[in-house]
């Protein structure tokens, strides 16, 4: 599980900017690297504070050898995972990946900080509650069915590189090498995972006959009584149990005291028989209360068991209707045709600002002190390019230029 807040970078840095060179249109999610199609990046000059790309490993992000991140929204095939990494890379042809470097950073994963799927379970940059602040955070609500996801599950990638053209590079080759798994094995995924739905279904169907068995049998023990409800009748066999124990208090202190005062034998024979006769009734009082005591816990066992039967059952078929909607899905998009992943508006590339002082709402406020010259731009964004620029590395067109030390990104 990763954590970093990009969700609301995503969605307000991933969006085509008005005028910025290479952006994609709005509306449908452009394919990526498909049939020749280039994918477009922009540069935000917005720095992003390492606290912002936090991970559970790491409170704080320290691989500073890293001075940008690319942060990309895809929509595409369910088997983009950080396990599938080696997979995808191995099965990808050497020309469609720059450089053996490449190759080895994507096959490694380790500069991508996020690679988690939007929706149920899955993270990404975002805001941080009612503060404002920016950082990695969950995404909330519920996963559509399997068969749904298959070609159109949203991602939200986070990918640190050491410059912009690295950036880019990685990008790319996270598409391709996608592409090329997906491609090959889309098939055999979605055999493997309609085995499981219904395998899962059929176990779930046999373990909901089996509590509903069990259920039936319980409630005919109860003999009318089900369903109990509070306060009727279940309070009411709840006060008759505590009204049981005082009275077999007071039948076993009648019985103790006369075995007392029977042994050894005193006074006459008359009161020798009257001791018996008041430990043969107490014998016979206390047996007809604790097989009170035992039936009325039994009702009470028998409710609560059914209680939580009845609760099973109901996540039971809860479950099942979802399973059964994969099922249909996965069958409905088993001869479908391959899908390349779609780019959600346009590729970001920011800066990572590593001695930028953090502001309350997330951002970095003022010049990079470090002599980075990372221009800081408001909720707003960098303004656009003018028209013709070939660059969109900057504001207006203007090249960025890193922090001292650090190799000089290519336009």
């Not at 088997?79 to 190759?103: C, F, H, Q, W, Y």
């Not at 590189?161 to 889309?186: F, P």
């Amino acid at each position: 599980m990763r954590t970093a807040r990009i969700s609301a970078f995503l969605m307000i840095c991933c969006l085509p900017a008005a005028g910025a060179v290479g952006a994609a249109p709005a509306g449908e999610p452009q394919p990526a690297g498909a049939d020749g199609t280039e994918i477009q990046f922009q540069f935000v000059g917005q720095g992003i504070p390492p606290e912002a790309l936090a991970t559970p490993d790491a409170p704080v992000y320290q691989e500073r050898e890293n001075l940008f991140v690319v942060m990309m929204s895809l929509a595409g095939g369910a088997g983009l995972t950080r396990e599938n990494l080696p997979a995808m890379v191995d099965s990808t042809p050497k020309a469609d990946l720059k450089s053996d470097t490449i190759r080895d950073l994507l096959r490694a994963g380790k500069n991508i900080l996020s690679f988690d799927r939007g929706g149920a379970g899955g993270y990404g940059y975002g805001p941080m509650g009612a503060g404002g602040g920016m950082g990695m955070a969950p995404f909330r609500g519920p996963l559509p069915p399997a068969g749904d996801r298959i070609d159109s599950t949203e991602y939200q990638v986070v990918i640190a590189a050491a410059s912009i053209e690295q950036g880019k590079d990685l990008a790319r080759g996270l598409v391709a090498a996608h592409n090329a798994w997906w491609k090959k094995n889309r098939s055999g995924y979605i055999r493997d995972k309609l085995d499981g739905a219904r395998r899962e279904l059929a176990d779930d169907g046999r373990k909901l006959a089996e509590k509903q068995r069990e259920c039936e049998s319980l409630q005919a023990t109860l003999k009318g009584l089900w369903p109990i409800r509070e306060p009727e009748v279940l309070a009411e066999v709840k006060a008759r149990l505590l009204l049981l124990e005082a009275e077999l208090a007071g039948v076993r202190a009648r019985l103790d005291t006369a075995r007392k005062l029977a042994d050894p034998p005193k006074g006459t024979p008359a009161r020798s028989e009257q001791l018996e006769a008041i430990m043969t009734t107490a014998q016979i009082d206390m047996a007809g209360l604790l097989a009170q005591q035992d039936k009325l816990s039994g009702i009470l066992k028998a409710a609560d068991r059914i209680n939580v039967l009845r609760k099973d059952m109901s996540d039971l078929e809860m479950r099942m209707k979802s399973l059964e909607a994969d099922v249909k899905s996965l069958e409905a998009v088993t001869e479908a045709p391959f899908k390349p992943l779609r780019v959600h508006g346009t590729i970001t590339i920011q800066p990572i600002a590593w001695d930028a002082p953090v502001q309350p709402g997330g951002g970095v406020s003022g010049a990079h002190p470090g002599g980075g010259g990372f221009p800081v731009y408001g909720p707003g964004g960098p303004p656009a390019p003018p028209r013709g620029s070939s660059m969109g590395l900057g504001p207006a067109g203007a090249p960025v230029r890193p922090r001292p030390g650090a190799p000089t990104p290519a336009p």
